[in-house]
């Protein structure tokens, strides 16, 4: 048969085809209009995938994990009370302690073993404990300097002096979002600025469009929690004329005169902001969710604040930071860091099992820990209600999801729980391996700044492996 045919025949020979004829003689081009379709939905697809710095991207080898939530427990965790049972240390409770300056503090709570692993745990973590299996504590944590200000710039940040990208900030410039509509990165806190305030969600020579945004939570509802979100009296129209032309006045400052990167991160924060108007009052409000599902995680503050790093994580958001303050116990530890501990207990807890029933667990790493740990003395030898004082040389930190290898105690202190020796972790190792499960070497996430390559860990940092599963 002559494939065109159809393209010569008279009306009337058309006319004479049957149903059947018509089908056999323009199959093909049945097919054509299929494939033109099929291929016009490609082309659509590539025409609106994102681009631009907040495009996503694709780590350096495969990822176990594409998104984080740290939980930050700002105020420094004793971890001899928390993650590191010390047995030796309650058999010499206020006695001297060999090369130690006081006395010897045991720890008010016991320990037991949890879960198939074995791994103990302290009695201020009943519902935590029930999610040993999917967890890795670092028992040898240690850092530079124990003061709460430049240990939590550094736990952040990986920097003590220098301003420097804070790990959320380095994170999202090397995967870039999932959320266009939404910032990559974003810092909850419960009230006012912590300890290193800005530095520690800060994107610093990088491109003002990787820096956290900061929300707090403390405030009641929505609108109040994203406060001037959305205009009142501007339509989205004439907001996208505004920002269009400060734009473009941008540009001509930063060719003729210089590049201001404070003024760069400010016309981002207000994109960002036109962009959120719709889709980040929706992430927020966490009466969208079951009545089960906000009973699980609790009335409290970290409860509220947990909640929404699911949601933002479902939302595609990158890094999420939780500030859970409140550590810093140099006297009446026993009832105040059980009171403290009780607040963060069932909210984390709930948020693992969250994760994990919505199948999320697997693909976003839970964080928790604090900038240093506290001494396993009494604190000015305190007398009947004794606290810790701050000690940089040991201290436990815990993950959970995003490939890491659950039921395992990693690493030791000394028999006292005074210093880290055995497979010592620093703050750089920590920021390596959180790298490396979402598929980076650390070592090569550079970016050009002053004719200088920088990097997270600066010249430092060794992955952790025995952790990643």
């Not at 692993?117 to 999917?134: N, R, Y």
């Not at 009641?220 to 004439?238: A, H, R, Y």
């Not at 004794?386 to 993950?399: C, I, K, Q």
């Amino acid at each position: 048969m002559n494939p065109n045919e159809h393209l010569t025949l008279s009306p009337a020979a058309l006319a004479s085809w049957s149903r059947r004829d018509f089908l056999a003689r323009t199959g093909m081009g049945f097919g054509a209009m299929s494939l033109a379709g099929l291929m016009a939905e490609e082309y659509a697809a590539q025409a609106a995938a994102p681009t631009g710095p907040l495009a996503p991207k694709q780590p350096h080898y495969p990822a176990k994990a594409k998104y984080v939530i740290h939980i930050f427990a700002q105020g420094a965790p004793s971890h001899v009370d928390t993650w590191d049972p010390k047995p030796e240390l309650s058999k010499n409770d206020d006695k001297p302690l060999p090369g130690l300056n006081g006395v010897g503090f045991g720890s008010p709570f016991t320990f037991k073993k949890s879960g198939k692993s074995g791994v103990e745990t302290s009695e201020v973590f009943p519902q935590l404990a029930k999610h040993i299996d999917e967890m890795a504590v670092i028992r040898s944590m240690y850092t530079d300097i124990p003061s709460h200000e430049v240990a939590s710039v550094m736990m952040n940040t990986g920097s003590l002096r220098l301003a420097k990208p804070s790990v959320g900030s380095w994170v999202l410039y090397g995967l870039g979002s999932n959320n266009q509509n939404m910032p990559g990165f974003i810092s909850l806190r419960p009230g006012g600025v912590p300890p290193g305030g800005t530095q520690n969600w800060q994107s610093a020579f990088l491109p003002g469009v990787f820096q956290g945004t900061s929300i707090n939570t403390s405030v009641g509802n929505v609108d109040q929690l994203i406060e001037n979100i959305k205009n009142q009296f501007t339509p989205l129209s004439e907001q996208r004329r505004q920002l269009d032309l400060v734009n473009k006045l941008n540009t001509i400052h930063s060719q003729t005169l210089q590049k201001d990167a404070q003024l760069e991160a400010r016309l981002e924060a207000y994109e960002m902001a036109f962009k959120m108007q719709t889709e980040a009052t929706d992430a927020f409000d966490i009466n969208k969710e079951s009545q089960a599902t906000r009973d699980m995680y609790g009335t409290s503050a970290q409860g509220k604040q947990l909640l929404i790093a699911r949601r933002l994580v479902e939302k595609g958001v990158r890094f999420v930071q939780v500030w859970d303050g409140g550590w810093d116990h140099h006297q009446n530890l026993e009832t105040a860091l059980a009171n403290k501990a009780q607040g963060i207990d069932g909210p984390a807890a709930a948020l693992l099992a969250d994760l994990k029933q919505r199948g999320l667990l697997d693909q976003t790493l839970v964080v928790w820990g604090g900038e240093f740990g506290r001494t396993v003395t009494r604190d000015r030898n305190g007398g009947g209600a004794p606290g810790r004082d701050h000690n940089n040389r040991a201290f436990s930190v815990w993950m959970a999801g995003g490939g890491v290898k659950g039921g395992t105690a990693y690493g030791a202190t000394d028999e006292f729980g005074a210093r880290a020796v055995t497979d010592k972790v620093h703050i750089h190792d920590l920021h390596a391996t959180m790298l490396a499960l979402l598929g980076f070497d650390h070592t090569k996430l550079t970016y050009r700044y002053n004719g200088r390559d920088f990097r997270l860990t600066d010249n430092f940092g060794n992955v952790v492996k025995p952790i990643i599963a």
